[in-house]
Antibody
Framework: QVQLQESGPGLVKPSQTLSLTCTVSGGFISSGGYYWSWIRQHPGKGLEWIGYIYYTGSAYYNPSLKSRVTISVDTSKNQFSLRLSSVTAADTAVYYC????????????WGQGTLVTVSS | EIVLTQSPGTLSLSPGERATLSCRAS???????LAWYQQKPGQAPRLLIYGASSRATGIPDRFSGSGSGTDFTLTISRLEPEDFAVYYCQQYGSSLFTFGPGTKVDIK
């Protein structure tokens, strides 16, 4: 059973960079066959896909966030990470990491999510 | 970018009733890359249906998905108390994932 767990600061100051890590257990990112993704949900709102990465480091981003987002992978730690620069209050959200299913079109395993608040 | 619209916004039903949720896309969803998720308060979304009609592992058969092109439906044949939640559709196309705004199924 694959499990994902987000970690990182719950409070980030405006204009700074949000950094989160997702640790995967029950499977190896380096095995390939799956993409690994970040998704966020603004308080009381819907879901927004941020981007995904393959174990090789190839990453794809939502065009609406592309200029501020970097997703990276560390196969030695079985982790992948999100960096979102120049944050504002509009980036306050619950951030989820998730695995893209083997048909590459849906998310089959999710982390529990972590709330990140942008505030001074 | 394909925009997804879900209707109704809220569906008020009683346990045992049938729920029919709609998801409409602004363009054709290629290869029926359409999924449905259930989300309860304070929890992550849970995959129910992928490929428009395939049930995810462990999902009861009272949940079914149908549709193609631009019109998709999630049906819950008989609502159980644990089914009252928010349901999202999601599509994949042109290396981009988008979600619908959600339908809340609440107890009448």
């Amino acid at each position: 059973q694959v499990q994902l767990q987000e970690s990182g600061p719950g409070l980030v100051k405006p204009s700074q960079t949000l950094s989160l890590t997702c640790t995967v257990s029950g499977g190896f990112i380096s095995s390939g066959g799956y993409y690994w993704s970040w998704i966020r949900q603004h308080p009381g709102k819907g879901l927004e896909w941020i981007g995904y990465i393959y174990y090789t480091g190839s990453a794809y981003y939502n065009p609406s966030l592309k200029s501020r987002v970097t997703i990276s992978v560390d196969t030695s730690k079985n982790q992948f990470s999100l960096r979102l620069s120049s944050v504002t209050a509009a980036d306050t959200a619950v951030y989820y990491c998730a695995r893209v299913g083997d048909s590459y079109d849906h998310f089959d395993y999710w982390g529990q999510g972590t709330l990140v608040t942008v505030s001074s | 970018e394909i925009v997804l619209t879900q209707s109704p916004g809220t569906l008020s039903l009683s346990p045992g009733e049938r729920a029919t949720l709609s998801c409409r896309a602004s363009q054709t969803v290629s290869r029926s890359y359409l999924a449905w998720y259930q989300q309860k308060p304070g929890q992550a979304p849970r995959l129910l249906i992928y490929g428009a009609s395939s049930r995810a592992t462990g999902i009861p058969d009272r949940f079914s998905g149908s549709g193609s092109g631009t019109d998709f439906t999630l049906t819950i044949s008989r609502l159980e108390p644990e089914d009252f939640a928010v349901y999202y559709c999601q599509q994949y196309g042109s290396s981009l994932f988008t979600f619908g705004p959600g339908t809340k199924v609440d107890i009448k």
